[in-house]
């Protein structure tokens, strides 16, 4: 039994037909986590939909409005880039359900991982590139309103840059110099990422994403770390070592929303960066071992993959809860545990 809750709903598929986007992932990923003994039935947790109310403290009334009648214009459901229909709909408040349900979860045990969510390029007035509405902003948001955090930091290694994020959290921004940790990168990179940096309001936003990649236009995160196309595992996971730390510096989270996207993947088919597997499972354990050195709390969710071979994307995501399990639970993963103390 893993020491963490798994959030997951037959329902999270996406009734999208023939798409680049594998939506039979989520039932793959949990078939995949039992099959191998990772997971136990009694880890999982069925999510209900988030409320209507839950999702208007980020969208609009107008957009929600729209969703709920089938109203979006064709602009708009061009924008989306998955077929419009009122299954998808409840499909998307599914999801922003389990990540409010895993953000509960993650605030009691340290840790929780929803198998679906990180819809990042959602905004507050319309949704695009596969995301309806922000999953993540959402949960967010409802703790906030409970009263059970006021700081929140989202951590996006999705290849794609979270512009819906970015957008949806931007407060004052008060432009800065880079941060004096990116001009002395951990390690030697061959190609120099760019950083760009803000000040953040009540959500610290961190992005690290394929600079040459959808969105064309990227609002300002706290911290976007702008990548040159095919980087590796090596420079990808000190970048991401400096974000953090970076980002941990400036403020003190009382929760850390992980996306953690499969599409930086060598074999993405809508990804330039050249991870491998174990490489991303490394950034998985990175991202646990920093949040659990500081006792933050990590909600997780799971974005994009759209390997050449869809079980490369499963495996890929069944990697971040053996990660979760080898940090949290103590278990000992010799592959991790190597690899780190050779780096
Ligand atoms: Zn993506």
């Known amino acids: 039994m893993l020491p963490f809750k798994l959030i997951y709903?037959?329902?999270y598929y996406l009734p999208i037909g023939a798409h680049v986007f594998p939506a039979e992932?989520?039932?793959r990923i949990r078939d995949q986590l039992l099959a191998t003994g990772v997971a136990e039935v009694s880890d999982f947790m069925?999510?209900?939909?988030a409320t209507d109310q839950d999702v208007l403290l980020v969208h609009t009334p107008e957009y929600v409005r729209k969703l709920k009648t089938g109203t979006l214009s064709a602009r708009e459901q061009l924008e989306l880039e998955v077929p419009y229909s009122p299954e998808?709909?409840?499909?998307?408040w599914l999801a922003a359900g389990g990540s409010i349900l895993a953000v509960q979860h993650a605030l009691k045990d340290g840790v929780a991982i929803n198998i679906g969510g990180g819809f990042h390029h959602a905004f507050p007035d319309h949704g695009e590139g596969f995301c309806m509405i922000h999953d993540v902003a959402v949960a967010i948001r409802r703790m906030q309103r409970d009263n059970k955090i006021t700081r929140a930091m989202t951590v996006d290694c999705d290849v794609h840059h979270g512009n819906g994020t970015a957008a949806i959290f931007a407060g004052m921004r008060i432009p800065t110099a880079a941060l004096p940790s990116t001009a002395a990168p951990t390690v030697g990179l061959a190609a120099p990422a760019k950083v760009r940096n803000a000040h953040a309001g009540d959500v610290?936003?961190?992005?690290?994403?394929q600079q040459n990649n959808y969105p064309a236009w990227k609002p300002l995160s706290s911290i976007d770390v702008d990548l040159p196309d095919g980087i590796g595992d090596d420079d990808y996971l000190a970048w991401l070592d400096n974000a953090l730390s970076s980002g941990l510096r400036q403020f003190e989270p009382e929760l850390i929303c992980y996306i953690a996207g499969a599409d930086p993947y060598r074999e993405d088919q809508l990804g330039g960066l050249a991870l491998t597997i174990e490489g991303l499972k490394l950034r998985d354990a990175?991202?646990?071992r920093v949040a659990r050195a500081r006792g933050i709390p990590v909600m997780v969710t799971y974005a994009g993959g759209y390997a050449r071979h869809v079980e490369d994307t499963v495996t890929i995501h069944c990697n971040t809860v053996i990660a979760a399990r080898g940090v949290f639970a103590g278990t000992s993963d010799t592959t991790i545990e190597s690899k780190q103390s050779a780096k």
């Not at 069925?46 to 939909?49: A, N």
């Not at 998808?88 to 998307?92: Q, S």
């Not at 610290?204 to 994403?209: D, N, P, R």
């Open 286 to 288: 990175l991202v646990f």
């Open 204 to 209: 610290f936003t961190i992005s690290l994403h």
């Open 88 to 92: 998808l709909v409840r499909a998307f």
């Open 46 to 49: 069925t999510p209900q939909p």
């Open 9 to 11: 709903s037959d329902d």
């Open 25 to 27: 992932k989520y039932r």
